[in-house]
């Protein structure tokens, strides 16, 4: 569905993002909500924090103090669709960004900028200072950004290209107060359901779908099991 909306044009760490023209018509959302697949061909965790943030210059452009997230992808590249369980604590103040959400995943290495291929819903104060965001998203996927020809920044973007390189994305969320990002990580693989991922492999959605995994999760699933470490990892976020 078009919106018409009104937007302030943000200037990025101090530097206009010129790669990008934001219209004040938004186009509509092609990617849709949707149930988790049985299955998932990957899974990634990312571990954001303030320092990682650079400005769309490439220059250092640390995000709010004392604040971090969790962003953990289950992926079904078959069938184009991502789930997502997105968790920041000490993030204060409005959401702010020339994209149709302020939390996102961008195409960029450690220290460099990159447009973003997926918009994600902004996580939601919980009341007690964490906020969180959880779903599935069915691509084609849209960001409510333009490039340089016009195209829409997620056009194009398969989830196949995560699978092929996740070194090379980043997921991150942008305030009013601080426009380059908030928080910001890159992309690690995990294993989903004791597998090791990437093309071919595959786990059932009963261990993979409801799971949040993070970097230190490697086969503790299967100790703790699911319930116990969905309450490991959202202990962890609230503690920073």
């Given at each position: 569905?078009?919106?018409?909306?009104?937007?302030?044009?943000?200037?990025?760490?101090?530097?206009?993002?010129?790669?990008f023209t934001?219209?004040?018509?938004?186009?509509?959302?092609?990617?849709?909500?949707?149930?988790?697949?049985?299955?998932?061909?990957?899974?990634?965790?990312?571990?954001?924090?303030?320092?990682?943030?650079?400005?769309?210059?490439?220059?250092?452009?640390?995000?709010?103090?004392?604040?971090?997230?969790?962003?953990?992808?289950?992926?079904?590249?078959?069938?184009?669709?991502?789930?997502?369980?997105?968790?920041?604590?000490?993030?204060?103040?409005?959401?702010?960004?020339?994209?149709?959400?302020?939390?996102h995943?961008?195409?960029?290495?450690?220290?460099?900028?990159?447009?973003?291929?997926?918009?994600?819903?902004?996580?939601?104060?919980?009341?007690?200072?964490?906020?969180?965001?959880?779903?599935?998203?069915?691509?084609?996927?849209?960001?409510?950004?333009?490039?340089?020809?016009?195209?829409?920044?997620?056009?194009?973007?398969?989830?196949?290209?995560?699978?092929?390189?996740?070194?090379?994305?980043?997921?991150d969320?942008?305030?009013?107060a601080?426009?380059?990002?908030?928080?910001?990580g890159?992309?690690?693989?995990?294993?989903?359901?004791?597998?090791?991922?990437?093309?071919?492999?595959?786990?059932?959605?009963?261990?993979?779908s409801?799971?949040a995994?993070?970097?230190?999760?490697?086969?503790?699933?299967?100790?703790?099991?699911?319930?116990?470490?969905?309450?490991?990892?959202?202990?962890?976020?609230?503690?920073?």
């Amino acid at each position: 569905m078009s919106k018409k909306r009104s937007i302030r044009i943000l200037t990025i760490g101090g530097a206009a993002a010129a790669a990008f023209t934001l219209l004040a018509a938004a186009p509509a959302s092609a990617e849709t909500e949707v149930q988790a697949p049985s299955t998932f061909t990957s899974a990634f965790t990312v571990m954001a924090t303030p320092d990682q943030v650079i400005s769309t210059a490439g220059a250092p452009a640390p995000g709010e103090a004392g604040a971090t997230g969790t962003f953990d992808f289950r992926i079904n590249s078959d069938q184009e669709i991502i789930c997502y369980d997105i968790t920041l604590t000490g993030v204060t103040g409005d959401y702010m960004s020339p994209a149709k959400t302020a939390t996102h995943l961008h195409q960029a290495a450690v220290g460099k900028s990159g447009p973003p291929r997926i918009a994600f819903p902004n996580p939601v104060d919980q009341g007690d200072g964490t906020r969180t965001s959880s779903g599935c998203l069915q691509g084609p996927f849209t960001t409510g950004v333009m490039n340089d020809a016009g195209a829409d920044t997620g056009t194009g973007f398969t989830l196949a290209q995560i699978e092929a390189d996740p070194a090379s994305f980043t997921g991150d969320s942008h305030t009013a107060a601080f426009t380059s990002g908030v928080v910001r990580g890159q992309l690690t693989q995990v294993p989903v359901g004791g597998v090791d991922t990437g093309f071919g492999g595959a786990a059932q959605a009963g261990i993979g779908s409801d799971l949040a995994l993070g970097a230190g999760a490697l086969g503790l699933v299967g100790v703790l099991g699911t319930a116990a470490w969905i309450a490991v990892r959202r202990r962890h976020a609230q503690e920073g």
